[in-house]
């Protein structure tokens, strides 16, 4: 059972949370405006199966998504406990969501998402920093029963008298008309990257790319549970040229956790980022937006573990072993969309983390880069179909890399084996032969009929797990997707 906190700093933040979200509530006779839109969005142009405009003031929509993925054998001189295996696999996920929400007030929304996700992945989803598929939940211990994945309330505080169409509409901000000038507030229960690192042409592995290091910034250790929820507190600031957000988000009680850790004096995350719209032209539009968050958990030390294993060089080092509440972690990210004349976007993502401590909640990734391109399927006569393009490097510390080599495991990477299995290699045939991650992705997504779309996709990794002695990896897959 979660245990809420008693401490007086969790319950002064409480209480003025509570506070901010009673303003936002009570402020009605601002939130009218004299100035209504003359346009409103026009039916059937949404490609689903049901038309999201004629429920207002609730939103009732659903997602079926389902990737097929194999990859044949590959070199793997030596495989370990958390390597990605070198024999050819092949794995079924699905991600089945229901979006619900209800509009009680036209600037207060409630949104509550019912999920539930199967499939483990290739060899459960170890082995490879950027994973092949992003609907796969890493922990397949959790099984496939339903969960709640948002509870939150959504309010939006009007600064201008002038309304517009809500061009980025959908299960999490279903209003039709927003002011121009605004707050937002989120409380409860959601995921980080909802509102963080969000990019148009590469943030949905629904409809884009499948590859958790192309879809997110892989260096940004955002606060989740196993499944990619937390909760929390997010503010807002949007206009027509710059917008900023920030959010206090909840960590995991241990790396990969299922459970969350409502205790504030001990761990939570922080979150900041300014998104700048530097070209506002006509189908040439182009958004900036920069990055900075910083964890606060019960984190274990790579140096330490390497220390306390020269010190006794009997078992592997454990990074879990060296944790400590209240350890930090920070890092930095950017990320860029441009839109090249309505038929086709490039885009470009970094990050870098300190790298001195574990990974907590998302993939062992220290720094990223990351370019690609999307192209719609104007040129052939398929306005809603789509084609992706991504290169994706990634890499990690010097110290993390030394804490692998030494045949420690995270809870996704490792190559070597415990000292305790038969299969364990000599210490002196080498367990990383550091080299960074590289992943190119291709995808093409075909709409098939109004909410029916089919996709085929094919990604190519070097060094899975930094390690140039297993790889190349080839991975196919084939996406199934419904949208109601």
Request: with cysteine.
């Amino acid at each position: 059972m979660l245990r809420r906190p008693v401490a007086t700093r969790a319950r002064a933040l409480s209480s003025t949370l509570a506070a901010a979200l009673m303003l936002a509530l009570a402020s009605p006779a601002f939130a009218k405006s004299s100035e209504q839109p003359e346009n409103a969005l026009p039916l059937g142009t949404e490609e689903t199966f049901i038309d999201h405009t004629r429920f207002a003031p609730f939103w009732f929509g659903a997602e079926v998504n389902t990737i097929f993925q194999a990859h044949p054998g590959f070199r793997a001189p030596y495989t370990g406990d958390h390597s990605l295996s070198d024999g050819p696999e092949a794995d079924v996920s699905g991600l089945f969501t229901v979006y619900l929400a209800y509009q009680p007030h036209r600037t207060t929304e409630i949104i509550l998402d019912g999920e539930m996700a199967v499939g483990t992945g290739f060899s459960q989803a170890l082995g490879v920093a950027g994973f092949p598929n992003l609907d796969v939940v890493r922990n397949p211990t959790l099984g496939s029963e339903p969960y709640v994945a948002r509870f939150e309330i959504h309010q939006m505080i009007p600064l201008s008298r002038d309304w517009e169409v809500n061009d980025e509409r959908g299960p999490i901000t279903s209003f039709k008309v927003v002011p121009r000038h605004r707050l937002e507030l989120r409380l409860g229960k959601m995921s980080t990257v909802d509102i963080f690192d969000v990019n148009p042409a590469g943030s949905d592995s629904h409809m884009q790319f499948m590859n958790w290091t192309v879809d997110n910034n892989g260096a940004y250790d955002f606060a989740a549970d196993t499944r990619g929820y937390t909760y929390g507190l997010i503010v807002e600031y949007q206009g027509p040229l710059i917008e900023a957000r920030f959010g206090e988000m909840l960590m995991p009680v241990v790396a990969n956790g299922i459970d969350i850790d409502f205790n504030l004096t001990r761990s939570h995350s922080e979150q900041l980022e300014i998104e700048f719209k530097y070209l506002r032209r006509a189908n040439w539009s182009g958004t900036l937006r920069s990055l900075y968050y910083q964890n606060f958990a019960n984190m274990g030390d790579y140096q330490a573990a390497i220390d306390a294993f020269h010190a006794n060089p009997v078992i592997n080092p454990d990074v879990t072993a060296t944790r400590k509440p209240g350890t930090t972690k920070f890092g930095f990210g950017f990320n860029l969309i441009q839109q090249l004349g309505g038929v086709a976007r490039a885009f470009a993502r970094g990050g870098w983390n300190d790298g001195r401590h574990e990974t907590f909640a998302y993939t062992e990734v220290d720094d990223t880069f990351e370019l690609g391109a999307d192209l719609i399927g104007m040129w052939w006569h398929r306005p809603f179909d789509k084609v992706g393009l991504a290169y994706v490097t990634n890499g990690i510390s010097a110290v993390h890399q030394e804490y692998l080599r030494l045949g420690g495991h995270g809870f996704i990477l490792g190559d070597a084996c415990a000292f305790t299995s038969p299969t364990c290699l000599p210490r002196a045939a080498g367990y990383l032969h550091y080299a960074r991650e590289e992943i190119v992705e291709a995808y093409y997504n075909a709409h098939i009929w109004r909410g029916a779309f089919a996709a085929a996709d094919v990604q190519f990794i070097a060094n899975p797990g930094y390690n140039a002695d297993r790889g190349p990896v080839w991975v196919f897959s084939l996406r199934g997707h419904l949208e109601f």
